[in-house]
């Protein structure tokens, strides 16, 4: 299922952003930059996420009836 995967894709690119965050304090411009990309990444899957879950709930309102 779709929600499934991109659960799994969100906690893997936040494991990945905690890791890179103590070198961001070190001034490294690269990881920096890593985070930006990688935050921009997460909000566009939560927000398809909240797409998907808007559907889901309006499907299984139509089925409820």
């Known amino acids: ?15 990945e952003y905690k890791q890179i965050e103590p070198d961001c304090w070190e001034g490294v411009k690269e990881k920096l930059e890593r985070m930006k990309e990688l935050c921009k990444e997460w909000n566009s899957l939560y927000e398809k996420q909240d797409h998907l879950k808007g559907q889901k709930w309006k499907i299984e309102k139509v089925l409820e009836r």
Not at 1 to 15: A, D, P
């Open 1 to 15: 299922m779709q929600i499934k995967e991109n659960n799994n894709v969100i906690r893997n690119l936040t494991g």
